[in-house]
């Protein structure tokens, strides 16, 4: 008597570095990843950061004839960056963006402008179940001093873990993958294998891997990449910031880019680091990322869903960034506020001292002044301060209202059921 064999999926997420006018050699190295992608054979691919409608029809019409069914998702100002392909017919697909994601005022990131979100699809496959799929890029931390978006990037953990949830609940095969930018083991890492109800597929494949490996600083780079899984900032990457730092101990290189899936449904076989070569004749990365690639394994009997919830420790940890944070931004926006009810009488007295005034050249300049004074209250203290402040600040307090809720569950939880939660 034969065994059914459980049919696998093989995945790949991938941060191809799309931004217009800015990533150099964007449409050569997107074409070269269309070439490479259509002489692989993956079921699913996800991209993250590709900006451009034309970047993604080109790497659509490369890799049609293995991966059928594709989607863009459009968001904000800029698109949200983030793309489907499937072997797989799509059913259903949508576009949810984060309530909190970064700020106006820091229009040279972008994050703001872009709308990032979770790009959500329902994939049918052969065997008739659903594969429920989430496509993310989560805020960048920039810089090398204090995080000053972590609290964003934790409610936005948090927003994709209630997605994951309850996805997972519903019984369907669970794949979330993209650019997290977070560290394993971080508290937004906690967040969503704990109450999203998923598994990093790195971690289910390689359990002895921990945040920082003891023998870390004694690995080399190929070693970084094959054994921490680190995707960023690696010294393989020509595309790498420091260029001068490729003589020095490769201590920055980061996992930055997962796949999570579901426990219940399906099971991590293998996962690696791929698309470690150069574009040909470009001799350079295909991006300043490199691909992260799972196969899993489809459970033929789902097991029922552990119903694990974030660990009160991680919740007391979050709500202590986002109190901080708040206290902080409450600051700003009490500034900018004041700022504009300090120009008010400020530009009226102006425009009265213009009748007063002698020459004639003497009322440009002050007329000048005016102008200016009122575009930079109409702006920083009203749009930032106060639209944006109330909007920004309203966000922080659904957010920690929901985990507020979660910390109640969780008093009750550690009484009657302590075996469920997650390990902080």
């Known amino acids: ?7 696998e999926l093989r995945v790949l997420s991938f941060n191809c570095w799309g931004l217009r006018f800015v990533s150099k050699y964007r449409t050569e190295r997107l074409k070269a990843v269309g070439e490479k992608l259509a002489k692989c054979d993956y079921d699913i691919v996800l991209l993250q950061e590709v900006w451009s409608i034309y970047d ?24 949200a960056g983030l793309a489907m392909f499937s072997k797989f017919p799509i059913i259903e697909s949508s576009m949810n963006k984060y309530p909190l994601n970064g700020r106006p005022q820091a229009f040279w990131r972008g ?30 931390p ?8 972590l609290c964003h990037r934790l409610s936005q953990a948090w927003y994709i873990s209630k997605l994951l949830r309850a996805a997972v609940q519903r019984g369907h095969i669970v794949i979330a993958a993209g650019d997290f930018n977070i560290q394993p083991l ?48 690696s010294r393989l990457n020509t595309w790498r910031e420091n260029i001068s730092s490729k003589d020095m101990d490769d201590f920055v290189a980061k996992r930055l880019d997962y796949v999570f899936h579901s426990p219940s449904t399906c099971e991590a076989k293998n996962a690696k680091v791929v698309f470690l070569e150069r574009v040909p004749k470009l001799d350079c990365s ?48 009490r500034l ?8 008010i009488p400020l530009i009226i007295g102006v425009h009265v001292a213009i009748a007063w005034c002698d020459p004639a ?45 979660q910390k109640l569950l969780c008093k009750q939880y550690l009484v009657d059921h302590p075996l469920p939660f997650a390990k902080s």
Request: charged share 15%; with cysteine; glycine share 6%.
């Open 142 to 149: 920039y810089g090398k001093g204090a995080d000053t978006y």
């Open 186 to 233: 971080s508290v937004p890492h906690e967040i969503i294998t704990s109450y999203g109800l998923v598994n990093d597929a790195w971690l289910s494949v390689y359990p002895d891997q921990v945040e920082h490996p003891p023998n870390r600083f004694s690995m080399n780079d190929k070693e970084l990449v094959e054994i921490a899984g680190t995707t960023c900032d």
């Open 336 to 343: 900018r506020i004041a700022h504009l009810l300090i120009s």
């Open 56 to 79: 993604f029809q080109e790497i659509r019409n490369l890799v049609s004839c293995n991966l059928v069914y594709s989607r863009f998702f459009h968001s904000a100002a800029m698109g």
């Open 286 to 333: 295909y991006s300043d990322h490199f691909a992260i690639e799972t196969v899993l394994s489809i459970k033929l009997q789902p097991i029922p869903v552990q119903e694990t919830r974030v660990s009160y420790s991680i919740i007391d940890d979050t709500l202590g960034i986002t109190y901080q944070y708040m206290a902080r931004e409450r600051l700003h926006m």
């Open 361 to 405: 050249w003497l009322k440009v300049i002050i007329l000048f002044f005016t102008v200016m004074l009122t575009i930079a209250a109409v702006v920083n203290g009203f749009c930032i301060g106060l639209l944006f402040g109330r909007w920004e600040f309203n966000g922080l307090l659904e957010f920690v209202a929901e985990l507020k809720e």
């Open 111 to 140: 994050d703001w402008y872009v709308g990032k979100g979770v790009a959500t699809a329902s994939l049918q496959h052969p065997s008739g179940r659903i594969i429920s799929l989430f496509n993310t890029h989560l805020h960048a």
């Open 1 to 7: 008597m034969s065994v059914e064999k459980a049919p």
